[in-house]
């Protein structure tokens, strides 16, 4: 796959549409430089300009109307964000102005350009590979620093660059088996059982750790879902109010006053997260509060972390003892937690006997707060942070995270071939399957840096794209 045989000059808004101070309007092709240059009015014409210079004039519409006075910035081939000839044009960022010059850019024979395709050229004209194609896009949705700096690791290639060293080895290990046996006849030995066996149980290593990283790459990306449930009235809409500095979420003295459940995003120290806010729990008194509850549970059983919510204040009867236990039960080791012991400025009740039968919980941490006066708010924010983050295998600053779904099940389908591989070549197998087997696993491996890809991988991913990327 290659960009033989692309003839046609893109254009397109490469900035937010709406007003700003200025907007760039992205021109790229082989006709860039020329049909740029028949709107352009300036000392020198933008084809006699060299690569990387910028050009103050005027640019004017089909008919010889002037337009906006504008910057071209032009960059020749090869060394250009798509790998083509482009001209970026920066004009004065008004709705009117940009759909006008693009309107004349049009008229002078470009093509409106298509979701993500600046930087499918840059792919396919091997600026760059798949994963930092991608990572263009998470870069530019990223909501937090952490996320941020994933994507912008991506974009420097850093996954690229494991994965090829990972292929090449591979790819020298499967080439040794298919040499044996072409001299199958002659009983000759290339590739030495040990040393394939290393080989694919390196691989095996690598992908694993790489797959590992996926579950705190996708809560970078997406955000940290933490969930507040508890019964009714122990402070859980109270919490999240707290939490955000704002009374988002109505609170009432009303046992059951929350219905539905209401999210909210929350950055701490530059980690997204996803606070969600749940009606309290207990035998329901009418259907909406019957589904609200059901929609609690489904809350709590997607989260990356529950904060298990009580009121320190004061006993409960029975049936909330017996509800509270079978919340504790069902989520036994299924979801990380954390237990708030709210109202602690009412001097602590009698609720000791929750507070025990939570620890089944196994709770990450135990922290105490007043979402009324605020006491403990700071460290309960902490406490997300350094569960979320440190103790979720969360990586230090340097280590590689998958945060793409693409990546990751590329990756399971790699580790899923290295792992017959190895039980082939433990069981003695022809090399001739083995090597079936590695063919697939670097195939796989292939098409997170785009060195494997069909048409429909492609249209996928950029599909996702914005126009002017
Ligand atoms: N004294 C004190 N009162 C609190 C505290 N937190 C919440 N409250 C009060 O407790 C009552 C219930 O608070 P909410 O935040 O509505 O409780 P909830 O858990 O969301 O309740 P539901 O939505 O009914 O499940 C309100 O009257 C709050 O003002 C606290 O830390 N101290
Ligand atoms: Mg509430």
């Not at 700003?20 to 240059?37: F, N, Q």
């Not at 039960?329 to 609720?351: A, F, H, P, T, Y």
């Not at 460290?379 to 969360?394: C, K, M, P, Q, Y």
Request: with cysteine; charged share 25%.
């Amino acid at each position: 796959m290659s960009t033989q045989g692309i003839t046609d000059t893109i254009a397109a808004l490469a900035t937010p549409p709406g007003e700003g101070g200025i907007a760039v309007i992205r021109v790229s092709g082989p006709e860039a430089v020329g049909l740029a240059d028949r709107g352009f009015r300036g000392k020198v014409t933008l084809q006699q300009a060299r690569s990387h210079t910028a050009h103050v004039g005027l640019f004017v519409g089909p008919g010889g109307e002037d337009m906006d006075q504008i910057v071209a910035t032009v960059f020749l081939k090869p060394t250009s964000y798509t790998g083509e000839d482009v001209v970026e044009i920066s004009c004065h960022g008004g709705m009117l102005v940009t759909r006008r010059i693009l309107e004349s850019l049009y008229a002078y024979g470009c093509r409106p350009a298509g979701p993500g395709e600046f930087t499918k050229r840059a792919f396919l004209n091997g600026r760059i590979d798949l994963s930092q194609a991608e990572a263009v896009a998470d870069l530019i949705h990223a909501r937090s620093e952490r996320s941020r700096r994933s994507s912008f690791q991506h974009l420097q290639g850093e996954l690229a660059k494991k994965i090829n060293a990972l292929r090449e080895n591979l790819v020298k290990t499967t080439g040794l088996l298919e040499l044996e046996l072409d001299f199958a006849e002659e009983g000759l030995e290339f590739a030495g059982k040990e040393n394939v066996k290393d080989h694919i149980l390196k691989g095996i290593e690598l992908v694993s750790q790489l797959l590992e990283t996926y579950h705190t790459g996708r809560m970078l990306r997406d955000g940290v879902k933490v969930v507040l449930a508890g019964m009714p009235n122990v402070g859980k809409s109270s919490i999240l109010n707290a939490l955000l500095k704002e009374d988002r979420a109505i609170v009432t003295d009303i046992p059951g006053t929350t219905r539905d459940t209401i999210e909210e995003s929350l950055n701490i120290r530059g980690v997204q997260f996803r606070i969600v806010d749940t009606a309290g729990l207990r035998e329901a008194v009418d259907r909406v509060e019957q589904e609200g509850i059901r929609r609690s549970q489904d809350a709590i059983r997607t989260s990356d972390l529950l904060l298990l919510v009580l009121d320190s204040s004061r006993s409960l009867d029975a049936e909330e003892i017996h509800l509270a236990g079978r919340l504790v039960e069902d989520l036994r080791g299924q979801v990380q937690s954390i237990v708030v012991l709210n109202k602690i400025d009412l001097g602590v009740g009698m609720n000791g006997h929750l507070a025990e039968k939570a620890k089944v919980l196994n709770p990450r941490a135990v922290v105490r707060i007043s979402a009324l006066t605020g006491e403990g708010i700071d460290d309960l924010r902490e406490t997300l942070f350094r569960e979320a983050i440190l103790e979720s295998g969360g990586h230090g600053e340097s280590g590689i995270t998958i945060t793409n779904a693409r990546h990751f099940h590329a990756l399971a389908r790699a580790k899923e071939s290295l792992n017959l591989a190895l039980k082939s070549l433990t069981d003695g197998v022809s090399g001739e399957f083995i090597a079936i087997d590695l063919r697939a696993a670097l195939d796989a491996l292939g098409e997170i840096t785009g060195a494997v890809t069909t048409d429909d991988i492609l249209n996928d991913i950029f599909s996702k794209f914005c126009i002017g990327k």
